[in-house]
């Protein structure tokens, strides 16, 4: 079993930066996943890092500006973002990754955390 507790979101102005973390309890050696959900729509993938780190994958929206990392040693999983837009507004969340590698889709995901809010002002 793991458990995933999301922190580091707030209000911040468009063109800001935030650093999400995702900290893990159990067995943390998992590919892993962020997404997220504004209001009234679906769970949207944002990016994915494998269990050591040394592979990432990112959604269009986010590329060049969202970076996801890792410290295995502190059972945390990072979600650098930079150069906020409105749109980006959301509640974030981490997950476990339980199907193949390049999994975008939310049913590819367990164990969610309970979500940190970001809001992006313009």
């Known amino acids: 079993q793991v458990q995933l507790v999301e922190s580091g979101g707030g209000l911040v102005q468009a063109g800001a930066s935030l650093r999400l973390s995702c900290a893990a309890s159990?067995?943390?050696?998992?590919?892993m996943g962020w997404f997220r959900q504004a209001p009234g729509e679906g769970r949207a993938f944002v990016a994915a890092?494998?269990?050591?780190?040394?592979?990432?994958y990112y959604a269009d929206s986010v590329k060049g500006r969202f970076t996801i990392s890792r410290d295995n040693a502190k059972n945390t999983v990072y979600l650098q973002m930079n150069s906020l837009k409105p749109e980006d507004a959301a509640v974030y969340y981490c997950a476990v990754q339980i199907k193949s590698w390049g999994t975008i889709v939310s049913d590819g995901y367990k164990y969610w955390g309970q979500g940190t809010q970001v809001t992006v002002s313009s």
């Open positions: 159990g067995r943390t050696f998992y590919n």
């Open positions: 890092i494998n269990w050591s780190g040394s592979s990432t």
